[in-house]
């Protein structure tokens, strides 16, 4: 059964980093696109981050770029999130999702349980 565990989220400083992993058992990840997205308290789910099965293509949100960067392992079948410049309004649950296309696409078929980011002094 394929299953997606997010680790790395804790509190952190403004102007902090913290890097995200996402870990996957039960599927081979080179052949999926993963994505990053984030859930902040009375907030809609928003796409943060995704790259495409062989790490070739990225994309991020206008919020993230130039501070966030993605990244994939696939003989760990890991991909990570380094956060960098965090600032209070990074605060929110980051969930790992399993695309359905080797591409970015959007078109989630997995979820991860989710890590807490916490920014705040």
């Known amino acids: 059964q394929l299953q997606l565990v997010e680790s790395g989220g804790g509190l952190v400083q403004p102007g902090g980093s913290l890097r995200l992993s996402c870990a996957a058992s039960g599927a081979r990840l080179p052949y999926y696109a993963i994505g990053w997205f984030r859930q902040a308290p009375g907030k809609e789910r928003e796409g943060v981050s995704c790259i495409s099965s062989t790490g070739g293509s990225t994309n991020y949100a206008d919020s993230v770029k130039g501070r966030f960067t993605i990244s994939r392992d696939n003989a760990k079948n890991t991909v990570y999130l380094q956060m960098n410049s965090l600032t209070p309004e990074d605060t929110a649950v980051y969930y790992c999702?399993?695309?359905?296309?080797?591409?970015?696409?959007?078109?989630?078929?997995?979820w991860g349980q989710g890590t807490q980011v916490t920014v705040s002094s």
């Open positions: 999702a399993l695309e359905r296309t080797s591409y970015c696409s959007n078109i989630v078929s997995t």
